[in-house]
C-alpha cells in the first residue's frame, strides 16, 4: 500500500526558504515518477515539480530557478527545495507517485506553507 506524508512546510518571509520532505513507502523510485503539487483554496492541485525515475526533473515555470526536487532512494524519501518564495507560491503541497501524467497512490494531508511578511 503507497503512503505519503508530507512535512517541512511553515510560516516564512518573501524571499526566504524551505525544504519540504515526503517520506514515502510502497513505491520504489526506479518503477515511478515522482511529484510535488500544490493547491490553494478554490484551485485545482497543480504539478509544480516532477523527478522521473531515471532522475531527471522537470518543473512549472512559476517555480523554475527556484525550486528543486530531490529523492533519497536509501531513505525513500522526496524533497523540494524552495528559494526565493513569493506571496504567491502560498498553497498546501503535497506529493505523489506519478503513471503518466496521473497521480497514483492516495493524497497524504499535505503541508502548508504560508509566504507573508
Known amino acids: 500500500q503507497v503512503q505519503l506524508v508530507e512535512s517541512g512546510g511553515g510560516l516564512v518571509q518573501p524571499g526566504g526558504s524551505l525544504r519540504l520532505v515526503c517520506a514515502t513507502s510502497?513505491?520504489?523510485?526506479?518503477?515511478?515518477?515522482m511529484g510535488w503539487y500544490r493547491q490553494t483554496p478554490g484551485t485545482q492541485r497543480g504539478l509544480i515539480a516532477r523527478?522521473?525515475?531515471?532522475?531527471?526533473?522537470m518543473y512549472d515555470d512559476s517555480v523554475k530557478g527556484r525550486f528543486v526536487i530531490s529523492r533519497d532512494m536509501a531513505k525513500n524519501t522526496v524533497y523540494l527545495q524552495m528559494n526565493s518564495l513569493k506571496p504567491e507560491d502560498t498553497a498546501t503541497y503535497y506529493c505523489n507517485a506519478l503513471v503518466g501524467s496521473s497521480p497514483f497512490g492516495s493524497w497524504g494531508r499535505g503541508t502548508q506553507v504560508t509566504v507573508s511578511s
Open positions: 510502497g513505491i520504489d523510485f526506479t518503477d515511478f515518477d
Open positions: 523527478i522521473f525515475s531515471r532522475g531527471s526533473t
